[in-house]
């Protein structure tokens, strides 16, 4: 017998460093996107710079 369990669906990889978390209470704090190709998700550091390039984005702009 062959049972494979989706646990598959759990792993996420963050979108700009590629770092993955294997579970929710890793992926506690990532921020999880929605767009045109789908779902992306950004690891906590990768928010936190995104946030900090957002607000100085409101600047430059
Ligand atoms: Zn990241």
């Known amino acids: 017998m062959n049972i494979?369990?989706?646990?598959r669906t759990d792993e996420v990889t963050c979108h700009t460093c590629g770092r993955t978390a294997a579970d929710a209470g890793e992926r506690l704090g990532w921020c999880r996107q929605r767009d045109r190709r789908g779902e992306?998700?950004?690891c906590t550091d990768c928010t936190r710079s995104e946030i900090r390039a957002i607000e100085v984005g409101f600047?430059?702009?």
């Open 59 to 61: 600047d430059a702009s």
């Open 4 to 7: 494979q369990v989706e646990s």
């Open 40 to 42: 992306s998700w950004l």
